[in-house]
């Protein structure tokens, strides 16, 4: 077991270890997960506190053992979900990142400290969403809080944040000599992400949540066909096709509507930064149309509990090449309807007459939320939309009844299609549904003719290491020079066949080699003029050569990108067919 995934606080994250080049990298470190909901078990409480202990004690033993094993910390969105513990691994685990630096500056055989990365939006919104979970979880009751125990302070989270390197999307990032990183927009939340690891000659694609169809703020994933050895993803409650869109959108602002119709009082509990900006996009599209139709502003304005709720946020010109066009031309313009947007007046919530209120945080048991709730819980008429933090150990999760409907099994499905994996790892909470998402996702592979029929679905392990195959592809190397070309194309594909480590690495007979590619070039590009300068076939700005090594070198303009791309698929399967019949022989 060479290479493996481990699961770590039921979900909350992810270790990552290739023993061949003793590398290890922790994919995302949220905040463990309670799945005693699932169990009806009196014990469950007792189970998940053992869970959380047992949790941080491998955080920090993964920092700590024999000097320090960890190569890279993977942030993938600022979810407490998924960087809740980035403050209790940075600043709590008695490791002294300055220190380890300086010594592995000194002497570069001390290991590094490990690379926290994450994209520049995550680094700029985490710190301050973060903030605002934790004094609603382990803030004083009398500031809002619960006063629960916490692993780290509040001043620990923008010390931790800083210690992050944020990364540009599509930007290869090399952490050290067998690890390198490719973040790609994920479109399910600002700044989320995912992440493309390249670990010696395997390579793994996780994405931990996305959105492939966008939404009314953020553009959909932007995912390429990376065909990685095995993409890491989460199954949990992928149990159904959910409904469109279109459909839900219509469906939530019909209940809006009629609880405002019946003189009911909505209350919306958000984080300030988030699925807010969706929400409020979708209302105040739909207030605009009434007032196309009517004439008239809409008579029941959008209240906000708090000013620091911005619309649009000051984080979405950061992120301003993930957002739709629509967005962009609101941070152009800055000028919502300022008689739709207030904010609220807790002297209203007496009072009789509908409203519309966004309250924070989402966690429905802390602060401006928990006010709200009471005054108007009691009122049948009123309406309480649930549209965050419904995750299982909630009250939220008790009072919603489909969570975390982000990914469901037909957009599982829609990814293996289009990155192509070898393997399909899921993470799941309900064993019984992972049968039903292992047989769809197989079941719809079979009918799709872009992805290998031999790909393989299994289940991460819950208690010990899940195996990952790793890469058993003849050793191609893939050079790209480009000229005038601002695009961000991936540098380099490697993969090795390990059952011939040892043996001497086959030789290319570069004639034959790019004979056999200029006859496959000619097959299929017949409309464009091969020219051969030296070692060299060109079609247009396009140049491709290979080498004795079984590498192909390749350049072009900005302007024939589509073209090189197509020659690069041609020249990849070239050489796979002339490498095997020099096995054959």
């Known amino acids: 077991m060479s290479f493996s995934v481990e699961r770590l606080g039921n979900g909350a994250a992810f270790c990552l270890r290739d023993e061949l080049s003793s590398t290890t990298v922790l994919l995302g470190c949220g905040e463990a997960k309670d799945v005693s909901f699932f169990s009806g078990d009196d014990a469950g409480a007792e189970d998940f506190e053992a869970v959380t202990t047992q949790y941080r004690r491998e955080l920090k033993d993964l920092l700590k053992r024999d000097g320090g094993i960890l190569d890279a910390i993977l942030v993938p969105d600022y979810r407490p979900g998924a960087c809740y513990m980035l403050p209790y691994v940075a600043e709590k685990c008695g490791v002294s990142w ?29 710190p301050h969403l973060l903030a605002e979970y934790w004094t609603g979880c382990h803030g004083k009751a009398k500031d809002g809080g619960s006063g629960l ?22 930007a290869c990032v090399t952490v050290n000599e067998n690890l390198k990183v490719t973040a790609y927009h994920s479109g399910h939340v600002a700044g989320g992400c995912a992440f493309y690891l390249e670990i010696g000659t395997t390579t793994v694609l996780f994405a931990n949540d996305f959105n492939l169809t966008g939404g009314r703020v953020l553009l959909p994933a932007q995912i390429p066909r990376l065909e990685p050895s095995a993409l890491i993803t989460r199954s949990s409650f992928a149990v159904t096709v959910s409904e469109t869109q279109s459909a839900m959108e219509r469906e939530l602002v019909k209940v809006i509507l009629e609880c405002i119709s019946s003189n009911g009082k909505v209350v919306i509990p958000v984080y300030r930064l988030g699925y807010f900006h969706e929400l409020i996009t979708i209302l105040l599209e739909h207030w605009q149309q009434m007032k196309d139709a009517t004439g008239k502003s809409a008579q029941c304005p959008i209240y906000l509990s708090d000013s620091a709720m911005e619309y649009p946020s000051r984080f979405l010109p950061l992120l301003s090449r993930t ?6 031309n609101l941070l152009r313009e800055r000028s919502p309807n300022a ?38 819980a009691s009122d049948p008429k009123n309406l309480i939309v649930l549209s965050e933090y419904c ?23 829609q990814l293996v299609s289009r990155v192509a994996p070898r393997q399909v790892i899921l993470d799941y909470t309900v064993p019984d549904d992972l049968a039903f998402v292992q047989t769809h996702v197989q079941n719809q592979m079979k009918m799709d003719p872009t992805v290998d029929t031999s790909v393989t679905v299994k289940g991460v392990n819950p208690t010990g290491r899940t195996p990952i195959e790793p890469a058993r592809d003849i050793p191609l190397r893939i050079h790209k020079a480009m000229f005038n070309n601002p695009s961000d194309v991936q540098a380099a594909v490697e993969s090795a066949d390990e059952d011939n480590d040892n043996e001497e690495q086959l030789q290319a007979n570069v004639g034959e080699l ?52 197509r020659v690069l698929g041609i020249a990849k399967q070239v050489i796979h067919a002339e490498y095997k019949k020099q096995l054959a022989k």
């Open 323 to 328: 957002c739709t066009h629509a967005v962009q």
């Open 149 to 170: 125990p916490a692993p780290y302070d509040i001043q620990d989270i923008a010390a931790a944040f800083r210690k992050a390197k944020a990364v540009a999307l599509k």
């Open 514 to 565: 790019l004979k056999a590619l200029e006859a496959s070039l000619i097959k299929w590009i017949r409309h464009l003029a091969i020219e051969k300068i030296d070692r060299w076939l060109k079609l247009r700005t396009v140049g491709v050569s290979v080498s004795t090594e079984w590498e192909v070198h390749m350049e072009w303009s900005y302007d024939d990108e589509a073209l090189a791309g």
């Open 339 to 376: 008689a739709d947007l207030q904010v609220f007046d807790w002297k209203r919530l007496q009072q009789p007459g509908p409203f519309v209120l966004f309250t924070g945080p989402a966690n429905i048991s802390q602060g401006d939320s928990l006010r709200a709730i009471k005054a108007v």
């Open 98 to 126: 300055a220190t380890a630096t300086a010594a592995a500056a000194q002497d570069p055989s001390q290991k590094q400290p490990p690379a926290v990365l994450m994209t520049h939006g995550t680094r700029a919104i985490a």
């Open 391 to 413: 995750t299982p150990g909630t009250v939220n999760y008790l009072l919603y009844a489909d969570p975390e409907h982000e990914v469901d099994t037909k957009s599982i499905v």
